[in-house]
């Protein structure tokens, strides 16, 4: 067993997560990370990856129940500076000891605790949440998406993410996935290049496929107000049907702004990190659709209070994704499917840009879907073999 970190809040007790309900007492709490090869090379705005590292958490109770959680980042630090080293040692030195010993019953009760203690660290608090949520429905023997209430739906549409690439590649990478029917729609990443070649870049793309097939683009904050006032009908004229995150995260005066004039749907994805994040975006009519992700957002509760409020303003909602493999990805689409506003599609391709994934049967696609997985928990199992493969070796 983990010796509570001596740094740990001294205020939380054991018992403080003790309340009423069933829940077997967890005995240790595992982490490693493990470095998953790629189909191929993933170019965003300002970064290419290579491979995708992902902070795999084992919560294991004292009758040797065990529940698995994943902590990803999109590929290294670019997106929000956290990275997978920094999950994993606020999960071992500072989140995973306030559970040692406890009996959580209630998920949304123990992540209130945390946050208590520990603002921030979304992205480690989703992981060992995660976690948290596949070990209560491995034993109450029930799929997670039932314990969140049930299904809306039991499958979800999914976008596939282009490269920031040239015309030719990336029109090309459109037709091939149009005619093997597994994506309808595509994203493309934007901001990496001057803004008016890039542009042109796009409105190229858009010249070299079928007309009327659904373009997002996103720009991950790259352009000031005034460039996205001047280039925004740009890419509408082109075809573009929303673009995601035109201008840096903070700037939510000016993504109001722009909405207020755009013939492009606006969606929000780094400005949404938090719940008070929605209301303001909600408040300011900021957004048309808010992109939801579990690990940004700090977990499942945080995504279903997020897309509550969604849901108060109109805002429909978009289940993102951070290249999860099959294991966040089984996790975010219980967590979407049981979410009454995500009716915006996803990009959930995580193990489809993967070149070899963690469970023993991956999340399964057909027809431009990918599909809930029903067996307790989030009906993944570990395939410890390639967890064994994969893992990265300390020091
Ligand atoms: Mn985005």
């Given amino acids: 067993m983990r010796k509570k970190n001596v740094n740990a809040m001294s205020t939380l007790e054991l018992r403080d997560f003790d309340v009423p309900g069933a829940f077997r007492r967890i005995k240790s ?98 992981a060992l949440e995660m976690a948290l949520w596949d070990l209560k429905g491995k034993m109450l023997g029930l799929p997670v998406y039932e314990l969140l209430g049930g299904a809306h739906r039991t499958k979800l549409p999914v976008t596939w993410a282009l490269e920031a690439d040239g015309p030719d590649v990336v029109a090309k990478e459109i037709r091939e996935k149009l005619n093997q029917k597994i994506h309808a729609s595509f994203k493309l990443k934007m901001g990496g290049r001057d803004p008016d070649i890039d542009v042109a870049r796009i409105a190229a793309i858009c010249q070299l496929i079928p007309a009327g097939v659904p373009l997002a683009v996103d720009l991950n904050g790259a352009w000031d107000e005034a460039t996205s006032r001047r280039l925004l009908p740009a890419l509408g004229d082109a075809g573009i049907s929303m673009v995601e995150q035109p201008v840096p995260r903070w700037d939510v005066g000016a993504l109001a702004r722009l909405r207020q004039n755009a013939s492009v749907r606006i969606m929000a994805d780094e400005s949404l990190l938090t719940v008070h994040d929605a209301t303001m975006l909600g408040q300011n009519s900021a957004a048309d659709v808010f992109t939801l992700k579990l690990a940004k957002n700090g977990g499942i509760v945080a995504v279903q209070r997020i ?16 290249i999860e493999s099959s294991i966040g990805t089984a996790a975010s689409v219980h967590a979407f499917c049981a979410s009454s506003s995500l009716t915006a599609g996803t990009e959930l391709f995580g193990p489809l840009l993967l070149a070899d994934d963690l469970v023993e049967v991956p999340v399964r696609y057909a027809n431009g879907c990918v599909h809930l997985t029903h067996g307790p928990g989030f009906g993944v199992t570990l395939d410890e073999d390639k967890v064994a493969i994969y893992t990265r070796r300390r020091g």
């Fill in 29 to 126: 709490i595992r982490t490693a990370i493990l470095d998953v090869p790629l189909m191929r090379p993933h170019r965003v705005s300002v970064s290419t990856i290579e491979k995708q590292s992902v902070v795999l958490v084992r919560i294991v109770t004292e009758d040797g129940l065990e529940g698995i959680g994943e902590g990803v980042v999109p590929g290294g630090p670019w997106w929000s500076g956290d990275t997978v080293e920094a999950i994993q040692g606020l999960v071992d030195q500072y989140l995973a000891p306030l559970l040692l010993g406890a009996e959580v019953s209630s998920i949304g009760y123990a992540i209130q605790r945390i946050n208590s203690l520990i603002p921030g660290a979304a992205f480690a608090k989703a």
């Fill in 307 to 322: 897309s509550a409020i969604a849901e108060a303003y109109g805002i429909a909602c978009y289940g993102g994704t951070t």
